[in-house]
């Protein structure tokens, strides 16, 4: 069973930073690409932001030149470091890892149970 637990969520104002934190436990033999997603209230679920194994990312234009997305390959953890934050950035955000390998040719998808974070003065 692998999970990925999110924190980092909260109240902030607008202007401000957040991080959020997604560490995947459990029995994974190697995990490949991790993102963030999002959903703000009455919205579907969007990708805000992915990294590769190999440090490679990818950000939503909207978001681009404020948040930006890493990886600690050691503690199976990826980060999303959230500046200038805005009103229109609420929402619960998810951590996903799509293509967790949990043993020779086998993989699984995993999603965290997500962190909200509210933007708001």
């Known amino acids: 069973q692998v999970q990925l637990v999110e924190s980092g969520g909260g109240l902030v104002q607008p202007g401000g930073s957040l991080r959020l934190s997604c560490a995947a436990s459990?029995?994974?033999?190697?995990?490949?690409?991790m993102a963030w997603y999002r959903q703000a209230p009455g919205n579907q679920r969007e990708l805000v932001a992915s990294?590769?194994?190999?440090?490679?990312?990818t950000v939503v234009d909207s978001v681009k030149g404020r948040f930006t997305i890493s990886r600690d390959n050691a503690k199976n953890t990826a980060y999303l470091q959230m500046n200038s934050l805005k009103p229109e950035d609420t929402a619960v955000y998810y951590c996903n890892a799509p293509d967790v390998e949990i043993s020779r040719s086998r993989w699984i998808q995993v999603w965290g149970q997500g962190t909200l974070v509210n933007v708001a003065s």
């Open positions: 990294v590769r194994r190999d440090g490679f990312t």
């Open positions: 459990g029995s994974i033999l190697q995990l490949n690409n």
